[in-house]
């Protein structure tokens, strides 16, 4: 015979979905940290929230990038020479924002190697 069961579920009694999820994610290793955040409709440990929202950074910037060298090729056809150095800076700023999120990548995965390179 049972008692009435505490509606709150104790997270430390591994109910599903306390675990990260970052596997399910990049079929890598499985993570076997406690879920602290969710990212993307994923529950993430600390360190892999981090990992994902850095790669989102990198994505995003790249997209920039992307859009960045599209719109300075039409300034410098159409002779906006003003446009094409206010592009230029942005570009700067694109390109060093994606490398500082490269580097922190490095330092939570603790090695160089850029695997997320497609
Ligand atoms: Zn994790």
Request: a neutral charge.
């Amino acid at each position: 015979m049972r008692e009435n069961r505490a509606q709150v579920h104790s997270l430390e009694k591994g109910s599903r979905g306390s675990r990260c999820e970052f596997s399910h994610m990049f079929g890598g290793v499985p993570c076997v940290e406690a879920a602290r955040e969710s990212v993307d409709g994923l529950a993430l440990c600390g360190r892999h929230a981090l990992e994902a929202k850095l790669e989102g950074q990198i994505k995003c910037w790249g997209g920039i990038l992307f859009h960045i060298d599209l719109w300075s090729r039409e300034a410098s056809r159409r002779e906006r020479p003003e446009v094409v150095r206010l592009l230029e800076h942005q570009r700067t700023q694109a390109t060093a924002a994606i490398e500082r999120a490269y580097e922190d990548l490095d330092l939570l995965r603790g090695r160089a190697r850029h695997s997320w390179e497609a």
